[in-house]
Nanobody, 123 residues
Framework: QVQLVESGGGSVQAGGSLRLSCAAF????????KVWFRQAPGKEREKVAV???????SYADSVKGRFTISHDDAKNTLYLQMNSLKLEDTAVYYC?????????????????WGQGTQVTVSS
């Protein structure tokens, strides 16, 4: 069983930066894909970024060039560095793992989820 604990959310002005963290406790599938999703009010949960066990990454078009996903194997922690934040980045952000690296894979494909952390971007 894997427990994912997120931190780092908060409020920031447009153009600012935040770094989200997702610490994994318990047994972690080191070879599994690790992902970040987000869910804005009234919208479906969408995948933001993916990193595989080899460090290869992929991003949603809406965040490409602004967000960076990374993983520290020694700390068993997943990160999402978010720069040049926009109002439309406001959402609850979730880390997840135990699923495929295919970017098109939906929420049902991932077995383990963090509790979510709120990111609010204001003008």
């Amino acid at each position: 069983q894997v427990q994912l604990v997120e931190s780092g959310g908060g409020s920031v002005q447009a153009g600012g930066s935040l770094r989200l963290s997702c610490a994994a406790f318990g047994y972690s599938y080191s070879a599994s894909c690790k992902v970040w999703f987000r869910q804005a009010p009234g919208k479906e949960r969408e995948k933001v970024a993916v990193i595989d066990s080899g460090g290869s990454t992929s991003y949603a078009d809406s965040v490409k060039g602004r967000f960076t996903i990374s993983h520290d194997d020694a700390k068993n922690t997943l990160y999402l560095q978010m720069n040049s934040l926009k109002l439309e980045d406001t959402a609850v952000y979730y880390c997840a793992e135990g699923g495929p690296c295919t970017f098109e894979a939906g929420t049902d494909a991932y077995h383990f989820w963090g509790q979510g952390t709120q990111v609010t971007v204001s003008s």
